[in-house]
């Protein structure tokens, strides 16, 4: 290979925002892409969002063209619902191994229009809706998906469960239904590889100070973007989850499992502060007469119109900013006494019907103690790796620190490079990030791709990683030494 030019191709490994654009310009500079994406659909996080920060453009009206542009582009080659099951070779030859997961549909033969979905009786919990709405056994992420084809749900699915129903096969007009449709192993080889990985959130079963997941009126901020979206589960109204009710009173905690490293995350999730105050400024144009609460440590607004976004916050739509922490958040029913319940509970059965969530928690400007009978409360959880990315650090030979984020050659001067030649990192596989750092810092993975294959040099040795700089015990090499030695003798 070191006397051959590189194969002009590049694997991205995940289609969110950062996976897409680094896809793009890739693609639109004249090379291939092949882009694995896990879920059956493009978008990432970012199709989960109602509105963003600072300008509170419709989330949707900006990522939809994207999603179409990846979805019809010639040269980017779409895996969804597929996973990187190995990597061999070096910079320049990549031989990738690709899973494409059944899906029980023909996708060949499915024109997207739906009718399996109207007519398939089993519901479940959406997990793109964050549970605050429901799915079909036989599903697609959003009416926006890209690709616009479902998938069927084998572990709900009422024909793999008990061999009957059949629905969605009796009412397809094309015949796309494929019970049968066996995962399928695809082989592709490429001369760089970029990872766009992205990030989960931290359960709310993890923290049992704000309900344990069990308070059906806590929910976390992704969840309450899915209320806010018009094309969420309820059409953009804000309501309570347990009753369907327009929360009065909402609060919102802020550093939810951040920047608490006695309990939980020690690091700052960086983007709670802007979208919690996002939050608070679309839950008071849909409900005029609300009031919003937000439990802060202190505000990280540091970037362009962040901070006067907070302020506009506080001073036009009237949110109420308590600096203090939180210390226990539950159902009102459950946190009292039976000589403390509502008097009138024994005359009056629906005084109790719908109890509040209590919050309390410490104003620490003022010195109080303060209690709030919320209508519903919106935790800010900690930004955490997705587990693959351990996985394809593992596969790849890249190191990941203590916590699981990726880690680059040099965080300052080379924030996008990994100490394996060819492999490159996009957004926030490796930390916290807003979407224009997302995007910039794509684009900045497809640059260095596109210097790669115009201007090739070899290394002389692929697998000779730069030592890892700083202290070790902070980093976690993923690839022994034994294995990288078996492979340099192959």
Known sequence: ????????????????????????????????????????????????????????????????????????????????????????????????????????????????????????????????????????????????????????????????????????????????????????????????????????????????????????????????????????????????????????EVVFIQCAGSRDPEKHMPYCSKICCMYTAKQAILYRHRVHEGQAYIFYIDIRAAGKRYDEFTQRAMEDERVVYLRGKVSRVFRQDDGQDSADRNPSADRNPSADRNPKVMVWGADTLSGQQVQIAADLVVVAPAFLPRPETRRLAEMLGLPVDEHGWLLSSDSNMRPVETRRPGVFLAGTGTGPMDIPETVAHASGAAAKVLKLFSRWEPPEDPWDFPKPQGSLDRVTLMAPTAAVDDIREQ
């Open 1 to 248: 290979m070191p006397d051959r030019a590189p194969i002009p191709r590049v694997l991205v490994v995940g289609a969110g925002i950062a996976g897409m654009q680094a896809a793009l310009d890739v693609a639109n500079a004249g090379y291939d892409v092949v882009l694995v994406e896990r879920l059956p659909s493009i978008g990432g996080r970012m199709a989960q969002l109602s509105e963003t920060f600072p300008t509170l453009d419709c989330a949707q009206c900006i990522l939809t063209p994207r999603t179409v542009e990846v979805g019809h582009h010639e040269r980017i080659h779409l895996y969804t619902y597929s996973d990187v099951e190995a990597v061999d070779g070096k910079v320049g030859d990549f031989r990738v191994r690709i899973r494409r997961h059944a899906a029980y549909v023909d996708w060949d033969k499915c024109t997207g229009c739906g009718l399996c979905q109207e007519k398939c009786p089993r519901k479940v919990g959406s997990d793109f809706e964050r549970h605050v709405g429901e799915r079909k056994a036989i599903y697609t992420l959003s009416p926006q998906a890209v690709p616009n084809k479902p998938v069927i749900d084998r572990e709900h699915c009422i024909f793999f469960q008990r061999g009957k129903c059949r629905a969605c096969e009796r009412f397809c007009p094309v015949g796309a239904i494929a019970y049968d449709q066996e995962d399928t192993i695809v082989e592709e080889r490429v001369g760089a590889i970029i990872l766009a990985t992205g990030y989960d959130l931290y359960e709310l079963s993890r923290m049992p100070e704000y309900g344990g997941g069990r308070v059906p009126d806590v929910i976390d901020g992704l969840a309450f973007e899915r209320l806010l979206s018009a094309s969420g589960p309820t059409a953009g109204k804000v309501a309570r989850p347990s009753d369907g009710k327009v929360p009065r």
